[in-house]
């Protein structure tokens, strides 16, 4: 946290974003390959072991007829992230993109949540 306050101080919130956005490409980067599902079910299955991987406490379950419920129990950046919104606005972005849905956080860390979680539905025709 205190490097991140040092980089602000030094460079500006938009390096402060610039990090958060680059460390977002390599964790693209990293996973697209391996989240290549053909159902969200099967993304979001695989979404949470890569995140299991990195240190998340990552579960899924069904929501509803076509929703899901993705929840991370804990966070390996929450010190950075309750001080850095970009951090969270970054990861949801991420969550967006590998799961190819629309994703809504529902709860963080971040604020004194026991948990992030996330409402996973399909992108309906015009999200396309």
């Known amino acids: 946290v205190a490097v991140l306050e040092t980089i602000q101080d030094l460079y500006g919130r ?32 695989q979404l949470t072991r890569l995140r299991e991987a990195d ?3 990552s579960t899924w379950q069904v ?11 804990n966070c390996p950046i929450v010190h950075v992230a309750a001080g850095c919104d970009a951090a969270c606005d970054y990861d949801l972005a991420l969550l967006t993109n590998l799961l190819d849905a ?27």
């Open 102 to 128: 629309k994703v809504t956080r529902q709860s963080h860390l971040a604020s004194g949540d026991s948990a992030c979680s996330y409402e996973v539905r399909p992108k309906t025709q015009t999200e396309q």
């Open 63 to 73: 929501d509803g007829e076509s929703a899901f419920v993705l929840r991370e129990a």
């Open 14 to 45: 938009e390096a402060i974003d610039a990090v958060f956005r680059m460390r977002t490409e390599h964790i693209l980067e990293s996973y697209r390959a391996k989240i290549n599902g053909k159902t969200l079910d099967a993304r979001l299955d």
């Open 55 to 57: 240190g998340y406490m």
